[in-house]
């Protein structure tokens, strides 16, 4: 199943990112935004101010064409918008009326939008558009980085698995490539669930967008700050690009993310400040990911050839505590087995993949040359047991049956897509997984694994829908547990510089 293109083909038309979100956290009708002239004049104000701070500080001083561009493209969706409507919801839910008091240094920022009330979104559409406007409780989003030329944005795709429909319902524009992106419940501006993505790109300054929000022009939060000699703000978090992305799902308020700037920040979203941040690689970090049952744990990659596994709760901005392996080569992916949590997965760009367990620091139990190239893609199924896709810069999809002696080849497809960058699985349905490439004529995809005899053989029985990772009482030792440790938080600054001393 391939997303449309477009008739024309451009000179550059690559998907370096994409997530699967899972069924029923969407609206129904995602509220849309409208704008008054005041707004308008605002958010182009701000997009010219930004790209003449950039070149002040000679960020980005040869692409001066490109963010010219990407301020037009800018005014004109806010334009189109504010030709539409006139009329701003009661309330001023995101606190536009104080948005040019707020102070000169805010890390979060909460978007100034209007939300027309969602009874109105669809209602001059005839049926089969209303229709398509409306995400069904079966329906999956898929979330799709986009470089065209020199325009960035995130598409949202609706997938439905039982229906086999595949369409993009909207999209934000992004001011750079997208190069990560992290779902997660937590809404920074409600006490309520929400249904928000994080996005790392070139930039260095973290982007949080509601996706129940329709053609936002600006994320409901950001973190990090670029700073400002004009605004007299200070540099906040990272100083380079943001490569991968992590959401704590059991300290829901924590979103760890790994820079080109060869560091980790754990990120408190209560406050939208750094909480800690990790130093300890030698290169910069590509891939990191929570465990999926113990809180503390942080599995991280670095290009530097090393993966480490850290205790967030003993950990500060000063000393960590972690366990390592060196496997060589760039660590391109990590990944949790969550059918046996003390044991990982890393790729590198050597196309070999490691497996470790965390009881034996420093050893792999076993190692194999997988791709000729980079893996790019690594994908350790949550509801397959054994199940692993790799997915590579030599152009294949592979699927392999793993345990703690070995992988063995089960599945391998060229889907014809250039390299491939990007990898995930559909949450309810692991057999169908979306990939992202770089041919100008086919950059995305969903492929439906089960189509091969050979693979619904080997892995349909071991299919278990319901399975929820559960942690088991044995610890993971990464240092000597201690009475303090038992109550420590990652986001309690008193218990962990306790759990130091």
């Not at 999209?171 to 992106?181: A, E, G, K, T, V």
């Not at 760890?256 to 209560?270: C, N, P, R």
Request: charged fraction near 30%.
């Amino acid at each position: 199943m391939d997303s449309d293109q477009e008739d024309e083909v451009p000179n550059v038309n690559f998907v370096p990112s994409l997530l699967f979100i899972k069924r029923g956290v969407a609206k129904a009708n995602p509220d849309k935004v409208t704008l008054t002239p005041a707004e308008l004049a605002r958010i182009i104000n701000e997009t010219r101010d930004d790209l003449e701070e950039d070149g002040a500080n000679g960020i980005d001083s040869s692409d001066d064409e490109e963010n010219e561009d990407s301020a037009a493209r800018l005014a004109s969706r806010a334009q189109d918008q504010a030709g539409t409507s006139g009329n701003r919801s009661a309330g001023d839910e995101f606190g536009f009326e104080n948005y040019e008091q707020e102070s000169g240094e805010p890390v979060v920022r909460l978007a100034s939008v209007a939300v027309v009330d969602p009874a109105e979104n669809i209602q001059d559409e005839d049926d089969s558009e209303a229709e398509d406007e409306i995400i069904k409780p079966t329906d999956n989003l898929i979330l799709v980085g986009h470089v065209q030329n020199d325009s960035a944005s995130m598409e949202v795709y609706v997938f439905n698995d039982d229906e086999g429909s595949l369409y993009v319902h909207h999209d934000f524009l992004l001011p750079s490539p997208p190069l990560c992106i992290e779902w997660l419940s937590f809404d920074p501006g409600s006490d309520k669930p929400g249904n928000i993505c994080a996005i790392g790109c070139m930039d260095p300054v973290i982007t949080l967008w509601d996706l129940d929000i329709q053609d936002s022009l600006e994320p409901v939060c950001k973190l990090g700050s670029k700073g400002s000699t004009k605004k007299n703000k200070p540099k906040v978090g990272h100083s380079d690009a943001v490569l991968d992305l992590s959401w704590n799902k059991h300290l829901d308020h924590i979103l760890a993310s790994g820079s080109v700037d060869q560091s980790v920040i754990l990120w408190d979203m209560e406050d939208g400040t750094p909480h800690t941040i990790i130093k300890e690689f030698g290169e910069k970090v590509q891939t990191l990911a929570f465990h999926p049952t113990r809180a503390e744990g942080l599995l991280v990659g670095s290009c530097d050839g090393m993966v480490k596994v850290f205790d967030c709760r003993t950990t500060t901005n000063d000393s960590a505590s972690f366990l390592s392996w060196a496997v060589g080569g760039e660590v391109e992916r990590v990944c949790w087995n969550h059918h046996s949590e003390f044991h990982f997965v890393a790729s590198t760009n050597e196309g070999r993949i490691h497996y470790c367990d965390v009881r034996r620091p420093g050893e792999t139990l076993w190692s194999k040359e997988v791709h000729e190239k980079e893996i790019t893609g690594l994908v350790l199924s949550s509801k397959v047991r054994g199940m692993l896709a790799t997915a590579s810069a030599d152009g294949t999809l592979k699927l392999w049956d793993i345990d703690e002696e070995d992988a063995k080849l089960v599945y391998k497809k060229n889907p014809k897509m250039g390299v491939i960058q990007c990898l995930d699985e559909c949450p309810e349905n692991p057999f169908m997984l979306a990939m992202g490439g770089d041919l100008k004529t086919k950059n995305f995809s969903v492929v439906n694994v089960l189509d091969n005899d050979v693979v619904t053989n080997v892995f349909k029985a071991r299919f278990d829908p319901s399975y929820v990772p559960v942690a088991s009482g044995e610890r993971m030792n990464i240092e000597p547990p201690t009475e303090a440790m038992e109550d420590a938080s990652i986001s309690d600054d008193d218990d962990s510089d306790e759990d130091e001393n």
